[in-house]
């Protein structure tokens, strides 16, 4: 198995998985929400469009409709199909990332993108946002972070422990999946 260091692994997510489109940008990969994309959209048939974007940029679709899933594969695309009862999202979550062959998740690399637009975050000093946040987060949290695409700011809160919990069980995950593969290339 091929395996991505870098966030060189990108994904193009259907419409009404928008809980695993912003969770995929929050651990860093570059991600296109497709309802995102909807909204501009004037053309006949949308299903092809996201295909011709998943090819252009080379992008892993995750789609819960069968026959996007038929026709990606008929083109070659990379596509990941999530089942209509999906298991809790750090479940779903590794299993798209091993499925996409990644070995981290960006975030360990300090990659964070924004949940809403999908743009790069960049660390922003704190006496430079006392405006910009409510009070009592301002005096809590040592780290925040700027939108590079949309501006809005962000800080490690108290949503921070969840979404250290969620990066935790997926580096578990992956480093398990990872001791799996290497014992099966050695039996090999
Ligand atoms: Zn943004």
Redesign the pocket.
């Given at each position: 198995m091929v395996t991505h260091m870098t966030s060189e692994v990108k994904f193009i997510v259907d419409e009404m998985l928008g809980n695993i489109a912003r969770w995929l940008r929050i651990l860093g990969f570059d991600t296109i929400y497709a309802r995102d994309l909807r909204v501009s959209y004037n053309g006949k048939s949308f299903d092809t469009y996201l295909l011709r974007i998943a090819i252009l940029e080379k992008r892993i679709l995750i789609t819960r409709d069968k026959e996007i899933v038929q026709r990606a594969k008929h083109y070659g695309v990379k596509v990941i199909s999530i089942l209509q009862n999906s298991k809790d999202i750090v479940t779903t979550l590794g299993d798209i990332l091993i499925k996409s062959g990644v070995s981290h998740p960006p975030v360990n690399y300090g990659i964070l993108r924004?949940p809403?637009?999908?743009?790069i975050l960049r660390p922003i000093a704190k006496e430079n946002v006392k405006t910009l946040v409510p009070e009592k987060s301002w005096r809590f949290a040592e780290e925040f972070f700027k939108?590079s695409?949309?501006?809005?700011i962000y800080w490690k809160g108290s949503h921070w422990r969840k979404i250290s919990k969620v990066i935790k069980s997926l580096s578990e995950i992956l480093s398990k999946n990872s001791d799996h593969s290497i014992k099966d290339k050695q039996k090999n």
């Open positions: 924004c809403i637009c999908n743009g939108c695409n949309c501006g809005k």
